[in-house]
């Protein structure tokens, strides 16, 4: 691997390249046995195992087919999770999560709606799919404190451009959020481009965040 030589990133890769759920698993409970935090297991092994995977996908070093089943390993390991990361405290506070219109991946997405749970506020996950003009549809329905798009693959970025400028004109005042691996490869003349939105590029920064946002609540 190009960004860590830890050997527990390093072994989850490896038995997702093979297609190993049950020892993904197993990696994922003895890293949380091991005390490290739900927050660390996703930002310091499942991102970087899947950033790995991403790399080797578009260097044409492993199919399109082992790429889709290491990214449902992953996310099949985030629903077994779930109860772990339910909050008793709550938060008068909504969000919607989604991803940019024809963005095909969700597992980034889906763990930073897991912080947002962890943290006590009312989730709402849409995921993969949804054309823009149902999600104003639906952000009208739930009447969200804030919206979050991931986009993960730079390929979409002027879908993400012309969402967010859909969605501004229909939400002028509405907290826009925005995250996901493609915006390592987005400039700053781009990104500020995006207008008034807030982009964070890891969890941990994202908890800083949803904590100023509750504090204020």
Not at 46 to 60: I, S
């Amino acid at each position: 691997m190009e960004n860590t030589t830890d050997p527990t990133v390093q072994l989850f890769l490896n038995n997702l390249l093979r297609g190993d759920r049950v020892v993904c698993s197993e990696i994922t409970r003895q890293y949380l046995d091991e005390g490290h935090s739900i927050k660390e297991l996703y930002e310091n092994v499942f991102k970087l195992a899947l950033y790995e995977v991403g790399r080797l996908w578009e260097t044409n070093k492993i199919t399109v087919a082992t790429e889709h089943l290491a990214t449902a390993i992953t996310e099949g390991i985030l629903n077994e999770l779930f109860e772990q990361i339910v909050s008793g405290k709550r938060f008068n506070r909504k969000v919607v999560v989604a991803c940019v219109e024809k963005e095909q991946h969700q597992v980034g997405i889906k763990k930073g709606a897991d912080i947002f749970e962890m943290k006590g506020w009312e989730r709402y996950f849409l995921g993969t799919g949804i054309p823009t003009s149902e999600l104003i549809r639906y952000i009208h329905e739930v009447k969200p404190d804030l919206l979050a798009i991931s986009l993960s693959v730079y390929f979409n970025y002027a879908n993400l451009v012309k969402m967010v400028e859909t969605i501004r004109l229909e939400f002028p005042t509405l907290h826009i959020l925005l995250g996901g691996q493609a915006f390592a490869h987005v400039s700053e003349a781009e990104s500020s481009s995006l207008g008034d939105v807030v982009i964070l590029p890891d969890l941990y920064l994202l908890e800083k965040y949803i904590d100023t946002l509750s504090t204020n609540s």
